[in-house]
């Protein structure tokens, strides 16, 4: 932040009464701010804000996970408290051996595929479309075919030779 925009900045929190109280800063350095609700120089009700200044101050070198999980949920008002550092520690500790359980869970099913424990898959073969009547048959009947309340029509070919239309 340069010097003028810390300086315009500055003086528009006196104007506006705006009082930023330091909450917490994460393991990245990140700062986390609260302000609280106050009345604008027009009389005008300002809802509580929380924010944070990020290390790195250039947009684009935001990515997902720059800001833990737990800050990003009380930034979005997900949870009222703002998140320690124990608790941050805690849950990281927790997805670290999430991860590693789920890596022991792969590596044996690739161990239990590599010695062909299990079954192989069985090999079907239909031939013809599913919205054809004789899915799954062998192949379709001359003849029409009725059980109750279905009925199937039979294959039906031209007469060679024979025109509708003379």
């Given at each position: 932040m340069g010097w003028s925009q810390h300086l315009?900045?500055?003086l528009w929190r006196v104007l506006t009464?705006?009082?930023?109280q330091h909450v917490g800063t994460d393991?990245?350095?990140?700062?986390?701010?609260y302000i609280p609700e106050y009345k604008?120089?027009?009389g005008q009700t300002v809802r509580e804000r929380r924010i944070v200044e990020v290390v790195q101050k250039e947009e684009?070198?935001?990515?997902?996970?720059d800001i833990p999980a737990e800050w990003e949920a009380w930034i979005r008002r997900m949870r009222k408290i703002p998140p320690t550092m124990e608790e941050i520690l805690k849950n990281e500790k927790y997805r670290e051996e999430t991860k590693i359980?789920?890596?022991d869970i792969y590596e044996k099913e690739k161990l239990l595929s590599k010695d062909e424990l299990l079954a192989p898959p069985v090999q079907t073969q239909i031939k013809g479309h599913a919205s054809a009547p004789y899915f799954g048959k062998e192949e379709p009947s001359e003849d029409p075919t009725s059980t109750g309340k279905t009925f199937q029509p039979g294959s039906w070919m031209p007469q060679e030779g024979k025109s509708q239309n003379k």
């Open positions: 315009f900045s500055s009464k705006e009082v930023k393991q990245f350095g990140n700062k986390y701010y604008n120089w027009r684009v070198d935001y990515e997902i996970g359980k789920g890596k």
